[in-house]
């Protein structure tokens, strides 16, 4: 009987040899097939390397690319105790000499004792509350017209402008005390009233009722010899780009304000750089490399794309920038950032800072000129390499292309081989078929051979 599963009488596995036959058949295919798409895979992991590598060091030269990346202001003072100060990038480097006479402050007034404590009543009707131009009012009931209700009403009063009340418990009662959170001598508090809430009015001609703790004032400084007030303690707009926070006031001692070049922003920068080509010159280095350790070469070892690519960021790194204005800097070497053996960039420290410090504008102009500058000139040609339709676009576009086409080849293949399995199974099914009615017949023939008479010779 077959062993196939079919009916008939043969002894062949139809199933495992048409397996075979079909296996046998589809194996140079499928190996055909496998060696194009690891090849491609390969290649399109290799270029997706190369953009993702190409853009990261673009993004990096997007801090470089102009001028202004090095426009940076740093700021000192000889005693940060009475003044300092922070400095935009339109700030002219040099000293300023302050002299901080007063400080701005913001009043602070104390009622006259309430005997009864926080709880005493402080009478009914309105206070009208004014701190400065703006005003606001707030109204005590008989139902809560304690002392402490006036200090409640007038802080949660929601158009208040800023002023806060506090209940300070002393020996001789309670006193409301009013402070303004806005400092300068426009802010002046005034407090007036209708009703029976006459102990808590105050303004400049009715002092009896408050003791002034401190007074509403402007700050008052000297820069470079001229006088100017402020109603807060940071001075904005006398000296160009800078803005002066007065810490104390010391009448007589002048303190010095150096607004310099931000030189350590400028080295973090240049060393960015730096690590980030390393990096780019990593990948590079794998992609189009040969490593003589391990024999292996690069996926993309000798490809005119990627030489070229190589070709145009070296030489843009070498060349000289006459644009930076300075005999002394006009390359990378110049402020001690060298090519390596291997292809990568080190820093030289100590020569930048020389640079920097003698050369800032021109280490700035080398860097960020536009069109000529080296992060500038190496930006736009990164962006020209990413761009849709450049090489690279195309070179993706086209492995993806192909990648299609393989993946529709092996279906092809898989519908194929269907097809001749079906034919295979057919074939032999009818061999299988006919052997069984062979063996059948040969069986019959047998039996009949078999039931003839014996004849004897006897």
Do not use: C
Request: glycine share 8%.
């Amino acid at each position: 009987m077959a062993t196939s599963g079919i009916t008939g009488g043969s002894q062949i596995d139809v199933q495992s040899l048409v397996a075979q036959l079909v296996a046998a058949e589809r194996k140079p295919l499928d190996d055909q097939v496998t060696r194009a798409t690891t090849k491609v895979t390969t290649q399109i992991s290799a270029t997706s390397a190369l953009l993702g590598a190409l853009s990261a060091f673009q993004s990096q030269l997007n801090g470089l690319k102009t001028t202004t990346a090095f426009s940076g202001r740093a700021t000192s003072s000889t005693d940060a105790d009475i003044a300092t100060a922070t400095a935009t990038t339109s700030a002219v480097p040099g000293r300023y000499d302050v002299e901080v006479q007063s400080l701005a402050s913001a009043q602070q007034l104390s009622s006259t004792a309430f005997v009864g404590g926080s709880s005493a009543v402080a009478g009914t009707g309105q206070l009208t509350i004014s701190l400065g131009s703006s005003s606001f009012n707030v109204n005590i009931g008989a139902s809560a017209n304690t002392l402490a209700d006036v200090r409640n009403a007038i802080n949660s009063a929601t158009d208040n402008p800023g002023v806060t009340a506090t209940i300070i418990n002393a020996s001789d009662g309670a006193h409301l005390v009013l402070t303004s959170t806005k400092t300068g001598a426009a802010n002046a508090i005034t407090v007036a009233q209708t009703g029976t809430l006459n102990r808590l009015e105050y303004s400049s001609t009715n002092t009896a009722n408050y003791t002034q703790l401190r007074g509403a004032a402007d700050a008052t400084v000297v820069i470079a010899g001229y006088t100017t007030t402020s109603p807060t303690n940071v001075i904005e707009n006398v000296i160009d780009g800078v803005s002066l926070n007065l810490v104390s006031a010391e009448p007589g001692t002048t303190v010095g304000i150096d607004v310099t070049y931000d030189k350590a922003a400028a080295k973090d920068k240049v060393n960015s750089f730096v690590q980030a080509y390393n990096s780019l010159r990593t990948m590079l280095t794998a992609l189009g490399g040969y490593n003589s350790t391990t024999k292996v070469a690069g996926p993309m070892l000798g490809d005119s794309m990627l030489a070229g690519i190589d070709s145009e960021i070296r030489r843009t790194l070498s060349e000289p920038v006459a644009a930076a204005g300075n005999g002394a800097v006009q390359t990378l070497a110049d402020i001690g950032i060298a090519t390596q053996k291997d292809g990568s960039l080190k820093v030289d420290d100590a020569k930048l800072t020389a640079a920097l410090n003698s050369n800032f504008d021109a280490v700035s102009r080398l860097f960020g000129t536009e069109e000529t500058g080296v992060a500038s000139r190496l930006y736009s040609q990164i962006g020209d390499r990413l761009a849709d339709g450049a090489a690279l676009d195309m070179r993706t576009e086209s492995l993806q292309t192909q990648k299609r086409a393989l993946e529709k080849k092996s279906a092809d293949i898989d519908t194929r081989m269907a097809i001749v399995q079906k034919t295979y199974l057919a074939q032999f099914t009818r061999l299988d078929t006919l052997l069984s009615s062979l063996s059948s017949t040969s069986a019959y023939l047998g039996q009949q051979i078999d039931s003839l008479p014996k004849w004897s010779t006897d």
